[in-house]
Structure formats: structure tokens, C-alpha cells
């Protein structure tokens, strides 16, 4: 079996994971630093973030301010400690990037231009058109370009983690041209591999969203925090799911019901003006907008069409010339996929799950409970983001997350010995289960898809908006059947070459341990707060939840939760006002 | 309305076969379905053992370029309903070794984009105590353009040039290189140079044109090409001979 020694070791070449590999050789230059990832860095999901990248700039603004919006936005969940060190060191991040060549939107006079986004009380969020993560992404990368210590394994897919001694010592990969497995060493592994969307039938997110790193984690005996808060993006495309950027409203777009009427004023979010208010209607936070829909669905007052309920977003009076400017890539993704102008006709959207507050439990270094792992990005929970993430957040927390989690990386591995000798013989067993149980397998019965489609219909009617106890009981008691279906998966595909259905196989197992997180955090959290809705429990519950929750694998390959005081730094608890 | 359509796919095991044949599916056609739904269907429901790329399914990460009826698209973007009735030929882009059915093999693009130093280079640093590089709208919109490259390689695939020459650096690295040329916060130029002037660089193009046609983001890698040949590359001729001139 091959293996490859290094330092630290990047899982995931998204944004986080370029930052973080960016920050371990500024930092650290002698160390080897490799970044592992199952597709190439440009097609990370980072590339499909549109909106912008919120830090503080501009004179009006504070970081206070930034911290307020961020933790009434998340409904009091988050951790004010780590909320402070975001705000303080996001605009540096931001400049960095900008020094790197992100090509921001800009003032006339040369300055960065900012935009306001929603649940935000002044405008702070900076853009590249429409296309934020895109720019981004290809800037960091080719930046990473520059640096001949990062050594880059592309299209390399991570089965598991190696722990020795109580210390993460690195992973184990198959390389998907050749088949080869592959063990590499470090002395401290950073994930760094997204969100998990996919668990859900219909998500703004890519394909290669299964929650890799999650489960990886969660498998090695690192708890995952706070996984029943599921942001819904309130404007998604039906049928597709493509995201309509949140730009689309804070530059004035309305949403409107059947009648034509903007129905978000009937839901405690201010009154409707025709120019954009800050924190106000349109541009209140995504999970008051997405159960906003709900009620509206369920007072008839949403559109039908062939795939399911819909409302209007409604951009036309914002001219073609705004529209160009500002939303390029909301025309073009209308134009091309649903053949509608938004400059003449209204846009059909719905809310669609968009992004995981939860994730892999870290500390505000990035450092997981097991020694020599860390995490950052949509794959880790510091948590800043708590109960429902303000947008332009998680851009932002890609660089700062990603940074401080290099940095700490790469301190503890440079005071780290070698790899145990015994972490070799565990590669080998990880190679015999990949090529006995999984590729050379004949003779099982349940399909993929067959699956894969059982979840998602079990998982969207029991942890979607609005949620109850029986459905979530009933959905527990579904995945683990699930479960001990995919034991039996059949596959078809035995060639070593490219074998995507080898990594279909192991992205389902790890979206359905991703999905009983999910939803078992989401049945013992019995109370309403930010994103998590439960019919049964309506009333937030500061008493018994003001807390993470924690899920640990059982003994039995099931979830158990345990709960973590949040903390409170300067902002007690309130209630959370908009539109007035 | 038709009911089903047939996809006729490249399937290449090189455990299997010594060379790529085609397989025949037949799938439902529905309206809003692209090729790409065409072959997850495949995936899904008739045969699992079909390799290729996708990810994001809204046109930006640049994974899924194949060849739809002879021409190299996004196959996320590419209706079924434009091929009608069928069937849909899909093939794996042109000019690069295919790794396995629709999947090929882009290490030499990875090592060419590297090659043209695609990232900010400074004689000096500007400390971010200072703040950002002053920018304005006309300075941004000078390398926009270039700057929309999602690296899907589609442009490859359409260049004659790159078919018989594949040391070509290519239309996307120029226009990258271009993009960081064109940048008011970039000094990189003079280190692109011998890259983009030398033997595999801009001078290989005879100006088909058909990188900019296949396009998926309106990138224009000729216009980029020809701007370098007409204003750019004469201009850093001079200023590496004359270093002390215009610059």
C-alpha cells in the first residue's frame, strides 16, 4: 500500500481549505502541507456562493453592529466569543483576498462597494457581482498556485480517518483515476469538505455535498454540534433548486403571493416600502422568510406549478440596467434554465434547503476534541452561526475559520512526533473493507438510488421547516432501517478506474449518518428557535436550550445528543425584532 | 411530445476495452431535463457503472463538459429538447486522454495553468494596514471579462490548434494570464512573457476563434489572445529591452 508522509493535511479544497493550506505555509514554511479533495479545487461548492462576503468597512458601521446582527440573526445560539473574533478579523481577511486578486464590485473612486443583505442593520456586504464564491474560489486557488510547499492530491476521495494514541495521524484515500489506495500521514488534519445538502431532496447545493467530513468526524468519536439547524434559502428555482441570490432582494426585488401581494407584512417584518429597509420585509433573515412560505402555502395563497408550491420574486422595476450591474448571474440562470427574462417577468421561487449550521464541533482555533483534528467551514460549527446564519457569513467565515484553523494546525504539528508504526496495519484494514466489502462485492440487493430517494423523502417530511415529534420518531426509526439496507447495496461497477459508483456507495453511508444527526438532534431539541420549528414545541426555551446540542456515535452506530452552554459574552438573550 | 429519447454514450473500461464504443440508452424526455439529468438517470436507474463528472448543476463549477451532438458543452446547460428528436450523441471532450467513459484527463491544463503564474505578482507588498488596492469601475471592467473562466475546458475541446499541437498553452490559460496582465494591482507581466510569447504561447493561435464560440461565460479567450498579440505583447517586448522606458 502507498503511503505519504506530511505535516498537516487539508481535507477539502474549497475556500476554507485553500485559506487554511495558504495559512499553514505563511506561518509555518518548513512544513509539508498537502490538500486532499475529491474533486478539484475550482469545483468546490464555494463556486456556486453568489451573494457576497459581510466584514466591516465602512464609516457608520461597527463591529458591534455586525456582532449584534449576526447573533439576533441566529437567534441567540451562537457563541458570542467566537462572534467577536469573527467581526474583528473578518475585514482583514477580506483585504487579504483582496490583495490576492478577488476582483470586488467598487465606488467610483476606487474603494470596495458594499451591499445590504438581509437581517443586517447597515450595509456591509461585499460582492463581486453575483458571482462572489466564484471569484473567491478561483482567487484563492490560483493564489495557492504560488505556493511550491502545497502539495495537492485532486480527485482523491477520503474513506476514513486514522486515529492513534488519541491523536489524529491522517486518512486513508482512493485515488478515483486509478483505484489506488492510498494512506497518507499527518501529524494534524484539517477538514474542511462543506455542508451535507444532499440528505435533502432539494437543495441549492452540488452534488459532492454529502457531508463527507461530518461523518468522518463523527465516526472517529468527535461529536457534531448543533445539526437540526437547517437553513432554507427562501428563493430557490422549483424543480432545479438553483439559488436566487438574497442580492436580488436587498437591491429592491419583492416577493409576492398569488395576489400579487407582498405577503412578508403579514409576518411581523415591517411594512412594505418600495425601496429597500435595513433588517425590514424582503430583507429580513431566511428562516422568517421560509416559514413565512409555509403559512402562505397553507392559507392558499402560493402559486402551483409542476413541481409544487411557488411564489413571485419580482425584480422588474429595478430596470435592466440595475439588474445587469448589479444581478448578472440571476438573469443569466433564469434565462438559461427556466427561459424566463426577470427584466420582463417575474421569477417562480420557493425555499430550498441551502445551508448547515451545524457541524463538526470545534473551539474558536478550529480544533476538534480529538488531537491533531481540526475543522472549519461549513463542515465545522465554532459557532458563529447558531440557530439561523445571517447571509454573507459563511464567505466570510471560509477565510477567518479557515486561517485561524491553519494556524493552529500548524503549531501543533510542528511539536508533534511522527506517525505511530501501528497506523499502517489500520490503513490496511481500511483497504481490505473498501476492496472485499465494497468493490469486489457481488450479490447485494438494494440500490443506490433506490435508497438515496428513501431518505430524501423521510428526511423532507420529518426535518424540513416546520417539524413534530412523530414524524421525527418515525423518521429515526426509518434511517436505521436505512441503514441496515445499505449493508446490502449492490454494485455493479468493479473496475478500479474512476469508479463513481464505489463513491456513490460510501456518500450515502455518510449522508445517512449525517441525516440520523440530524434528526435526532432535531427530535430531543424540543423547543422553536431560529431555523428549528417544532409545531409541537412553538415557544423558544432559554431555560432548558439556550445550548448546543452534541451528537456522539452510540456503540450502536446511532446518535446520542448531549447539550453545551453557549457563551454569552455582552449580549443576553432577547427577542429578535425586525421590520420595526 | 415525445416519450422517451435515446442517449447514445462513450463508454471506455480500459480493464474491458482496448478502445471507446458506444452504449445506447433510452430514457424519458421530459421538458425541463438536460443531458446531465439524462445521464444521472442513467446512473440511477439503468446502469451504474457509468463514469463521469458533475457537481454544482447551475453552469459555474465547470465539471461536467462533454461533447452533445459533436459539440463540446456544459452538459447541465444543454437541453434535451434542443436534440430532437434524438438521439443525443455524448462524448467526452476532445484532445484530452480519456480516463474512462465520459471522464478525461486534465493534468496537462492543471500544469499549464501553473505555468503562467495566474495570481497577483507585486515588486512590493502594500501592508493591509493600508487598505485596499484603489480600483475603479473602468479599471475592474479592463480584465472582468477574463477573469469569468470557470476552467471547463470546453474551449480546449474546439481548438484545432490545441488538437494538433498539444503543447499549445491553450485559450483559457492565455486568457487567465491576460486576466492578471490586464489587473491595475498586478506588475506580473514581464514574468508572463516568455510563456505566453515563446513557442507554445499566443502565436501558435491562427485566430479560428472557435474557443470563443463554445464559451460558456462569454470569456472571449480569442479577443484575449489577439488583444496580447496586438497591444500586450508588444508592449512588454519593449519593456523588458528598455527597462528603463515606458513602465
Redesign the interface.
Known amino acids: 500500500m502507498d503511503l505519504f508522509a506530511c505535516d498537516v493535511l487539508v481535507v477539502g479544497g474549497g475556500g476554507a481549505g485553500l485559506r487554511a493550506a495558504i495559512a499553514v505555509a505563511e506561518t509555518h514554511p518548513r512544513l509539508r502541507v498537502a490538500v486532499i479533495s475529491k474533486?478539484?479545487p475550482?469545483?468546490?461548492?464555494t463556486?456556486?456562493a453568489e451573494g457576497g462576503a459581510a466584514a466591516v468597512i465602512k464609516a457608520g458601521d461597527s463591529l458591534d453592529e455586525h456582532a449584534y446582527d449576526t447573533i439576533s440573526g441566529a437567534d441567540w445560539l451562537c457563541d458570542q466569543d467566537a462572534v467577536e473574533a469573527f467581526v474583528r478579523e473578518a475585514p482583514?481577511e477580506m483585504?487579504?483576498l483582496?490583495?490576492?486578486?478577488c476582483?470586488?464590485?467598487?465606488e467610483?473612486?476606487?474603494?470596495?462597494a458594499v451591499r445590504p443583505f438581509g437581517g443586517m442593520k447597515v450595509e456591509r456586504t461585499w460582492f463581486a457581482a453575483d458571482?462572489t464564491g466564484?471569484?473567491m474560489l478561483?482567487s484563492l486557488f490560483?493564489?495557492t498556485?504560488?505556493y511550491d510547499v502545497i502539495q495537492r492530491f485532486?480527485e482523491y476521495f477520503v474513506t476514513t480517518l486514522l486515529v492513534d494514541e488519541g491523536r489524529c495521524q491522517g486518512v486513508v484515500a482512493i485515488e478515483l483515476?486509478t483505484g489506488k489506495i492510498q494512506a497518507i500521514t499527518a501529524k494534524a488534519v484539517i477538514l474542511c469538505t462543506g455542508g451535507c445538502g444532499k440528505v435533502f431532496p432539494f437543495t441549492t447545493n452540488?452534488?459532492?455535498k454529502n457531508g463527507d467530513g461530518m461523518a468522518l468526524a463523527y465516526r472517529a468519536g468527535t461529536p457534531v454540534k448543533d445539526m437540526e439547524f437547517v437553513q432554507y434559502h427562501p428563493t430557490g428555482l422549483p424543480?432545479?433548486g438553483?439559488?436566487i441570490t438574497e442580492a436580488a432582494r436587498s437591491e429592491g426585488g419583492w416577493l409576492l403571493n398569488k395576489d400579487g401581494y407582498r405577503y412578508l407584512q403579514d409576518y411581523d417584518l415591517g411594512k412594505p416600502e418600495p425601496k429597500p429597509v435595513f433588517r425590514s420585509m424582503e430583507l429580513g433573515p431566511r428562516d422568517r422568510l421560509s416559514q413565512a412560505f409555509v403559512k402562505e402555502q397553507e392559507k392558499d395563497r402560493t402559486l402551483v406549478g409542476p413541481y409544487g408550491h411557488y411564489v413571485h420574486l419580482d425584480v422588474r422595476h429595478l430596470g435592466e440596467r440595475v439588474i445587469d450591474k448589479k444581478i448578472p448571474f440571476v438573469r443569466?440562470?433564469c434565462l438559461?434554465?427556466v427561459g424566463i427574462d426577470p427584466v420582463k417577468e417575474m421569477i417562480p421561487v420557493r425555499p430550498v434547503v441551502h445551508y448547515m449550521m451545524g457541524g463538526i464541533h470545534t473551539d474558536i482555533h478550529g480544533a476538534t476534541p480529538l488531537p491533531g483534528l481540526y475543522a472549519a467551514g461549513e463542515a465545522a460549527c465554532v459557532s458563529i452561526n447558531g440557530a439561523n446564519r445571517l447571509g454573507s457569513n459563511s464567505l466570510t467565515e471560509i477565510l477567518v475559520f479557515g486561517a485561524r484553523a491553519g494556524k493552529a494546525a500548524a503549531a501543533f504539528a510542528a511539536e508533534q512526533r511522527e506517525a505511530s508504526s501501528s497506523i499502517l496495519d489500520q490503513a490496511q484494514d481500511e483497504q481490505r473493507r473498501l476492496e472485499d466489502t465494497l468493490l469486489h462485492r457481488t450479490g447485494g440487493k438494494e440500490?443506490?438510488?433506490t435508497l438515496r430517494a428513501e431518505m430524501h423523502q423521510v428526511m423532507e417530511e420529518s426535518a424540513g421547516i416546520y417539524r413534530a415529534e412523530a414524524a421525527l420518531k418515525k423518521a429515526a426509526e426509518k434511517l436505521q432501517e436505512l441503514q441496515e439496507r445499505a449493508r446490502d447495496v449492490?454494485?455493479?461497477?468493479h473496475?478500479?478506474?474512476?469508479?463513481?459508483?464505489l463513491t456513490?456507495a460510501l456518500e450515502l453511508s455518510y449522508m445517512l449518518d449525517v441525516a440520523q444527526m440530524i434528526v435526532q438532534s432535531a427530535l430531543e431539541r424540543t423547543e422553536s428557535r431560529g431555523s428549528h420549528q417544532r409545531t409541537d414545541h412553538p415557544q423558544r426555551d432559554d431555560e432548558r436550550f439556550l445550548k448546543h446540542s452534541l451528537a456522539y456515535r452510540a456503540e450502536d452506530g446511532s446518535p446520542r445528543i448531549e447539550y453545551l452552554p453557549v457563551t454569552i459574552t455582552r449580549w443576553p438573550p432577547g427577542q429578535r425584532v425586525y421590520g420595526r | 411530445m415525445q416519450a422517451t429519447v435515446a442517449l447514445t454514450v462513450t463508454r471506455y473500461?480500459?480493464?474491458?476495452e482496448s478502445e471507446p464504443t458506444f452504449q445506447t440508452y433510452e430514457v424519458p424526455f421530459r421538458k425541463?431535463w438536460v443531458v446531465l439529468d439524462a445521464l444521472n438517470h442513467i446512473?440511477?436507474?439503468l446502469?451504474?457503472?457509468l463514469?463521469?463528472?458533475?457537481?454544482?448543476?447551475?453552469?459555474?463549477?465547470?465539471?461536467c463538459g462533454m461533447k452533445v451532438n459533436g459539440i463540446p458543452k456544459l452538459t447541465c446547460?444543454a437541453f434535451l429538447s434542443d436534440d430532437l428528436p434524438g438521439p443525443v450523441r455524448v462524448e467526452p471532450l476532445d484532445y484530452f486522454p480519456i480516463?474512462?467513459?465520459l471522464?478525461v484527463?486534465?493534468t496537462d491544463f492543471?500544469r499549464k495553468?501553473?505555468k503562467v503564474?495566474?495570481?497577483?505578482i507585486r515588486k512590493e507588498?502594500?501592508p493591509?494596514a493600508e487598505?485596499?488596492?484603489?480600483?475603479?469601475?473602468d479599471?475592474?471592467d479592463a480584465?472582468?471579462q477574463f477573469?469569468?473562466c470557470?476552467?471547463c475546458m470546453l474551449c480546449y475541446s474546439a481548438c484545432p490548434i490545441y488538437g494538433l499541437e498539444p503543447s499549445f498553452i491553450g485559450p483559457a490559460v492565455i486568457a487567465?494570464a491576460q486576466r492578471?496582465n490586464m489587473?491595475s494591482?498586478?506588475q506580473g507581466a514581464a514574468e508572463r512573457l516568455e510563456i505566453l510569447s515563446g513557442h507554445d504561447g499566443i502565436w501558435q493561435c491562427t485566430f479560428v476563434g472557435e474557443c470563443t464560440k463554445v464559451c460558456p461565460k462569454h470569456v472571449d479567450p480569442a479577443g484575449a489572445i489577439q488583444q496580447y498579440k496586438l497591444t500586450g505583447a508588444a508592449h512588454w517586448v519593449k519593456s523588458l529591452l528598455l527597462p528603463w522606458g515606458t513602465r
Open positions: 474533486v478539484y475550482m469545483r468546490s461548492h463556486v456556486s482583514e483585504l487579504r483582496e490583495h490576492w486578486g476582483p470586488w464590485n467598487r467610483p473612486d476606487g474603494h470596495i458571482k466564484f471569484h478561483h490560483q493564489t498556485l504560488k485532486d483515476g452540488a452534488s459532492i424543480f432545479t438553483i439559488l443569466e440562470l438559461k434554465y440500490r443506490i438510488a449492490a454494485l455493479e461497477d473496475s478500479y478506474t474512476f469508479n463513481t459508483e456513490a | 473500461r480500459p480493464e474491458r425541463d446512473k440511477d436507474n446502469d451504474g457503472s463514469s463521469y463528472r458533475w457537481s454544482c448543476r447551475m453552469g459555474v463549477c465547470g465539471s446547460a480516463i474512462r467513459d471522464v484527463d486534465l492543471m495553468l501553473t503564474k495566474p495570481w497577483i507588498e502594500r493591509l487598505g485596499e488596492y484603489l480600483q475603479t469601475p479599471q475592474l480584465y472582468k477573469s469569468m470557470i476552467n487567465l492578471y489587473d494591482r498586478d
